[in-house]
């Protein structure tokens, strides 16, 4: 199976900061790559789906790039209602999921 | 619009076993299959496997051969997944999703084993 390797597993940053998240696959993954942005207690909502394509409702600071095995989530501004844990997910093959990044305010 | 509707929390003792069902709405069910995804503190997500809604066809991880098992009532749109031989560890919460984009889950189920 693929592994997903997340990167830093915590965040913290001040309101108003770009913030980068980054997901490592362990070969290449061709791009089914996606974010997922997870609260407390909720299911995982998608945020960008096949590395770089905004889903429907999700704010535009919100973006995600990258190719082969490398890949980056984006906020441009981070914002109070960030808070969460963001896992990636790759679907390429056999689906598997990052252990995660929780992003927390300074 | 598109929704995938769980049933609600289970309590259940070791050895015992539980059905988890996951009612589709907002789209032609038998287009997209389902998928089923474990998700603990420890594990973090894990992805069970998925059935096809129109075959009825499963793929399962390895991990879960045994554990888990698929099925699909298309006159309901809905999909189960049986857990079987309850054990400790596979307290949890399950979500299934809708496959091919991934976009859409369930809210969750919780299964809580326990004695």
């Known amino acids: 199976d693929i592994q997903m390797t997340q990167s830093p597993s915590v965040l913290s940053a001040s309101v108003g900061d770009r913030v980068t998240l980054n997901c490592k696959a362990s070969q290449n993954i061709n791009k089914y790559l996606n974010w997922y942005q997870q609260k407390l207690g909720e299911a995982p909502k998608l945020l960008i789906y096949n590395t770089n394509n905004l889903q429907t409702g999700i704010p535009s600071r919100f973006s995600g790039s990258g190719s082969g095995t490398d890949y980056t989530l984006t906020i441009s501004s981070l914002q109070p209602e960030d808070v969460a844990t963001y896992f990636c997910f790759q679907h390429n093959s056999w689906p598997t999921f990052g252990s995660g990044t929780k992003l927390e305010i300074k | 619009q598109v929704q995938l509707q769980q049933s609600g929390a289970e309590l259940a003792k070791p050895g015992s076993s539980v059905k988890i069902s996951c009612k589709a709405s907002g789209y032609t069910f038998t287009s997209y299959y389902i998928s089923w995804i474990k998700q603990t503190t420890g594990q973090g997500l894990e992805y069970i496997g998925y059935i096809n809604t129109g075959s009825g066809g499963t793929n399962y991880n390895e991990k879960f051969k045994g554990k888990a098992t698929l099925t699909v009532d298309k006159s309901s749109s809905t999909a189960f997944m049986q857990l079987s031989s309850l054990t400790p560890d596979d307290s949890a919460v399950y979500y299934c999703?809708?496959?091919?984009?991934?976009?859409?889950w369930g809210q969750g189920t919780l299964v809580t084993v326990s004695s």
């Open positions: 999703a809708r496959s091919r984009g991934f976009a859409y």
